[in-house]
């Protein structure tokens, strides 16, 4: 009987101990250390269209360039990591930042309630307006000229999105075409495959000054958007360090250096 009594008692501090372990292995890993994470690993993946310039893409000698990818090199710095930049399929971001394959969105990346609701975004840096692209010499000067018109976007983007929240006028295309990225839209645009293309202005302006583009941005725009940096949900702490690097950076005035570089005067808006 007592060794009955001694085993059960045994049995019964065995079970305890595993269910005491097993809480505390919980609460472990149930804190949200995703800063500490980047910082032990040393480096911090940043996903992109590595074909949306001036953002993030490839220049003419396949480096990764843009005013993202100098601002995420100056954050990286400031959390005392290295910054590896990595191209991803747009219309696969969120899954290639779920599974763990890179560690933030960053590449003119809009805010909107899907993606709240999806993600930990952090506070906007930057505004953006999407616009209609068309070419110089289009008869199309208005939204309502586009109607029964071939429209051009990228698959998967926050222009499709805010066609898509634009129900009557999205009625009144003719058509409307998904590309893999802004680039080669535009291309399409050029050879008159599609009437228009429905884009950041950002992206727009930018080529348009940069390699003299027989392109026009009409006046009207579809939507008002802010850029902001998209990490996996929960992810605050990470969030908190990035915005702390932002802060620095607009204090000491590297931010404004950074975007007179590629836009010619201080855009940002970190608070």
């Given amino acids: 009987m007592k060794v009955k009594k001694i085993i059960s008692l045994a049995?019964?501090?065995?079970l305890t101990a595993v269910m005491f372990s097993g809480c505390v292995k919980k609460s472990a890993t149930g804190a949200d250390n995703s800063l500490d994470k980047i910082?032990?690993?040393?480096?911090?993946?940043?996903?992109?269209?590595?074909?949306?310039?001036?953002?993030?893409?490839?220049?003419?000698?396949?480096?990764?360039?843009?005013?993202?990818?100098?601002?995420?090199?100056?954050v990286s710095k400031k959390l005392g990591v290295t910054l590896k930049t990595q191209p991803i399929d747009w219309n696969a971001k969120e899954q290639e930042l779920s599974t763990g394959k890179i560690d933030c969105i960053w590449n003119g990346f809009s805010v909107s309630e899907e993606r709240e609701k999806n993600l930990t975004m952090t506070q906007p840096y930057m505004d953006n307006h999407m616009a209609i692209v068309v070419l110089n010499n289009s008869s199309i000067k208005t939204l309502a000229d586009l109607k029964g018109k071939k429209l051009g976007?990228?698959?998967?983007s926050s222009a499709a999105d805010a066609l898509d929240s634009k129900e009557d006028f999205k009625k009144s295309l003719g058509d409307v075409v998904e590309f893999k990225d802004n680039l080669t839209a535009l291309?399409?645009?050029?050879?008159?495959?599609?009437?228009?293309?429905l884009m950041d202005d950002v992206a727009a302006n930018y080529d348009i000054t940069k390699n003299?583009?027989?392109?026009?941005?009409?006046?009207?725009?579809?939507?008002?958007?802010?850029?902001a940096i998209g990490l996996r949900k929960g992810e605050i702490q990470l969030k908190d360090g990035i915005e702390k690097a932002l802060k620095e950076l607009k204090d000491d005035g590297t931010l404004a250096k950074i975007s007179t570089k590629w836009f010619g005067k201080d855009v940002t808006k970190i608070k």
């Fill in 153 to 156: 976007l990228q698959g998967g």
């Fill in 212 to 227: 003299k583009k027989n392109y026009t941005v009409l006046s009207e725009s579809i939507a008002t958007e802010e850029y």
């Fill in 11 to 14: 049995l019964a501090l065995s």
């Fill in 187 to 197: 291309m399409d645009l050029e050879a008159k495959g599609v009437d228009a293309v």
């Fill in 39 to 74: 910082k032990e690993k040393g480096t911090f993946v940043l996903g992109l269209d590595s074909a949306f310039p001036p953002m993030g893409f490839e220049d003419e000698k396949g480096n990764i360039v843009g005013f993202d990818i100098d601002v995420a090199t100056e």
